[in-house]
DNA sequence: CCGCTAACGTCAATGGTGTTGACATAAGCC
DNA sequence: GGCTTATGTCAACACCATTGACGTTAGCGG
């Protein structure tokens, strides 16, 4: 049994401790309790617990687990989005956009973790790829030039999500704990046996807790535009 | 308590159904129980059941679950490297090692969704990590520089290496349905309102099953080239 | 304003999960 | 050949997602 579309909700009956359930509160109640318990930290009975409702009570709402990550990972691509405007600079706009995407994912780490490597088919997602595909239209991209240009864009900007968001997404302690530790193996490495890696240590611990992402993104917007040119 | 480093091992009593257990076995057992069941189709009840042993034995050999993901990331990295000989040609390769290493992971999509944002310290890591340090010293660079391209190769090759590995593990049954659900929203789109999406969904739909990795690596490394000769 | 219907919240149960502590057995050192 | 202890086994705990039956009440048709 499908759960009701939203569009289709009438009746809202408050639960028992009073509150009352919405699509949009048990979206919103999940990323606050990923962002309290962790990735692995949102269940079913958590979060029935954390909306004051019997856990069931959402799947009168989403297919399933599952499909709430997937609502998550909509309502993300919608925040990035949101308030955009396009300068008109091709360039500088799919920077904007990637940046914005990269942040809004970053803004929630432990539900990047889970989302930013799933394609929902929602309408934000939607959305932002029609944006996107937009704007390389304007930049003068077409047919397979533009589907090469958006699958790298894309894939790139999500994938460093996932990867950065990993590393956000460990809590304080664990985090400091996980550095101590680099610290403690890759650092200690004698140079007898890793010259490289213990020459390089120090850059590398200081370089640890910035993303890649930025660089990455120059480079293809480069490439890029270095064959609009050719 | 923690499991017996494997170099302290002396008795192994074989298991009520025969099999002797080992850390590679495990992890092997593993691998296939991942290629099978898919990635979450690994637990340890079901991992006893594949060794022939008592789940728990499993806690002799490894800390707990989490541990043994992180062992089966670095048999993944192992298995990229076996073999592997450096030409002296600095560009090609770290363009062979990337290759290596995304195609050791897309081997085992399944392991790779598991593994591939995650940071084990291992030896076969930190083996990995001197190369990679190693060749791009032979490049010429020093410092800062070093460690910046080394940064954006190895996250670049990870993230990749997730992102395409989270499309080949679905199943090839559920791997046809979302092809064509693909097609289903996305190519259906009208082109009233989404004129660029339904411009491009063909070229898309063709797309969608190859990796953008060789051609933003190929970007990655002009990019360090060029940075070499200025 | 009333009554009917079905949407939706609740309850209870099923079969899965990781992990742990106590126990037993046999491997291999002395 | 006996002792120690590593290691396999067992049973139990606490958690998980999901589902079917149940009952209540919101809100429409009259």
Redesign the interface.
């Given at each position: 049994m499908p759960p009701t579309p939203e569009s289709a909700r009438r009746r809202r009956r408050p639960t028992k401790q009073g509150t009352v359930l919405t699509h949009d509160l048990i979206v919103a109640t999940a990323l606050r309790m990923l962002a309290e318990h962790g990735a692995a930290g949102l269940s079913a009975r958590r979060l029935g617990l954390a909306l004051g409702a019997d856990p069931s009570a959402v799947y009168r709402y989403f297919a399933g687990m599952d499909d709430l990550v997937l609502a998550i990972g909509d309502e993300l691509i919608h925040r990035a989005l949101d308030g955009w405007e396009p300068t008109g600079d091709w360039c500088e706009d799919l920077r904007s956009l990637g940046t914005r995407i990269h942040r809004a994912y970053l803004a929630h780490p432990q539900a990047a973790?889970l989302t930013a490597?799933?394609?929902s088919?929602r309408s934000h997602e939607?959305a932002a790829?029609?944006t996107i595909?937009?704007i390389?239209?304007t930049a003068g991209f077409r047919?397979?030039a533009?589907?090469?240009v958006?699958?790298?864009f894309i894939?790139?900007t999500?994938?460093?999500a996932?990867?950065d968001a990993?590393s956000l997404a460990l809590p304080d302690q664990a985090r400091e704990a996980?550095e101590q530790?680099?610290r403690a193996?890759?650092a200690r490495?004698p140079a007898a046996t890793?010259?490289?890696?213990a020459?390089?240590a120090p850059?590398?611990v200081?370089?640890m807790n910035d993303?890649?992402y930025p660089?990455?993104l120059d480079?293809?917007l480069?490439?890029a535009a270095a064959e609009l040119e050719a």
């Open positions: 973790q490597n799933r394609v088919g939607i790829d029609e595909l937009g390389l239209h047919g397979a533009a589907a090469r958006y699958h790298a894939d790139q999500l994938a460093f996932a990867l990993a996980d530790q680099w193996t890759y490495l890793h010259p490289h890696i020459a390089a850059l590398l200081a370089r993303s890649a660089a990455a480079l293809l480069a490439g």
